[in-house]
């Protein structure tokens, strides 16, 4: 929706740098939750609480769901100390998303 923020350019150039992924795809689902208890008490949020990430990286490789979540989590912490208030992740190598 729009032109990225400053939250959106972050997570992508960490996860950018971190995983080198074939895809990347992330999409900012902030005005869906702006009436969520959480986001009136913060006035709605900044904009940039709420995303859906799909990451198709041969990093995730050997690595369960929980352990690729975990990676994206860990690299997004500071923004996560920051407002950012949720993630949606899908994540995949590149022979999973090819069969799926």
């Known amino acids: ?22 895809k990347l795809i992330i999409t900012n689902e902030s005005h869906l939750h702006r009436h969520h208890a959480a986001m009136r008490s913060q006035g ?23 352990q690729r979540h975990r990676l994206i989590y860990s690299a997004l912490s500071n923004e996560f100390s920051q407002g950012l208030h949720a993630l949606s992740l899908n994540t995949k ?3 999973e998303a090819q069969h799926s």
Do not use: C, W, Y
Not at 44 to 66: L, R
């Open 44 to 66: 709605g949020g900044n904009g940039e609480t709420h995303f859906a990430v799909q990451v198709i990286s041969d990093d995730f490789k050997g690595k369960n769901t929980v």
């Open 1 to 22: 929706m729009g032109t990225p923020g400053p939250v959106e350019n972050a997570m992508r150039e960490k996860l950018t740098t971190l995983l080198q992924p074939f």
């Open 93 to 95: 190598t590149v022979e």
